[in-house]
């Protein structure tokens, strides 16, 4: 999970992109580790949505790296691959970049696979169907 993918075009759409905000910060001053992670699941559940034609939940993180940390007023960037679609399981890519505020300079900062599962109405796992 090192390989950075190649600089993004950032023209592209992203899964989601959003701006980091001083309520972001940790106590050094950079955005806190948790609300990049909740970006990029909230990027992957929307992802594994479309994929499972319904809701999902988020059941695992695994092989979360961060490379560089996130400034303020960063532009966060989080890009989506499905890499495993299991009978009630969909695993998830995301690597995530920022364009630095005052540079555009992109950054990759960040990765991580994230499981979701399909569930029903009644909140329990329910198959996914053919693509």
């Known amino acids: 999970m090192n390989d950075q993918p190649p600089t993004p075009d950032f023209s592209a759409a992203p899964a989601l992109r959003t701006f980091a905000m001083p309520a972001d910060t940790n106590a050094n001053g950079d955005i806190f580790g948790g609300w990049v992670l909740s970006q990029m699941d909230l990027a ?20 979360m790296k961060f490379y560089r940390p996130v400034a303020v007023g960063d532009e966060l960037n989080c890009y989506t691959e499905i890499i495993a679609v299991g009978r009630t399981s969909i695993r998830v890519r995301i690597d995530t970049w920022v364009r630095r505020g005052a540079t555009g ?27």
């Open 105 to 131: 300079e992109a950054v990759y900062v960040t990765e991580g696979v994230f499981t979701y599962v399909a569930i029903g109405e009644d909140g329990r796992p329910r198959p996914i169907g053919p693509e």
């Open 44 to 63: 992957g559940a929307a992802k594994a949505v479309r994929r499972a034609r319904g809701k999902v939940a988020t059941v695992g993180i695994e092989a």
